[in-house]
């Protein structure tokens, strides 16, 4: 029954943050800012223990303590405040080498 309740919340978290919170970079444009995105995209490439869950996003996922939200789910944070779509697809192979068996997005466009 708890893991019913953490997949319903979970569910639940990721289908309200659909309103669009950071303005949309320009497709080319590195993201909103550049040397905090760099330092988090260096420190997620040197680390990719393998977890059950990734959650990817901008700010909204960064800030976020999803280990405490959801305790022994084996959650990894991959958010980077200020990221967009094409952030993210640069970041997609260090994000598979988690090896997830899920994965929860909510990102902005870039267009």
């Given at each position: 029954m708890?893991?019913?309740?953490i997949?319903?919340?979970?569910s ?8 669009p ?8 444009k ?5 040397s905090?995105?760099?330092e988090?995209k260096?420190?997620?490439d040197a ?6 869950v990734?959650m990817?996003?901008?700010s909204?996922?960064?800030g976020a ?12 944070n991959?958010?980077i405040d ?6 993210v697809?640069?970041?997609?192979d260090a ?5 997830p068996?899920k994965?929860?997005v ?5 267009t």
């Open positions: 708890r893991g019913m309740r997949r319903t919340l979970a639940v978290l990721v289908l309200s943050c659909t309103a919170f950071a303005a949309a970079q320009p497709a080319g590195p993201p909103a800012h550049e905090y995105w760099l988090k260096s420190f997620f680390f990719h223990a393998p977890a059950a990734v990817v996003g901008d909204l996922t960064d303590e999803w280990g405490e939200l959801f305790p022994g789910a084996g959650i990894a991959r958010g200020g990221d967009t779509t094409d952030g697809l640069e970041r997609m994000i598979l080498a988690l090896h068996a994965a929860f909510m990102i902005a466009s870039t």
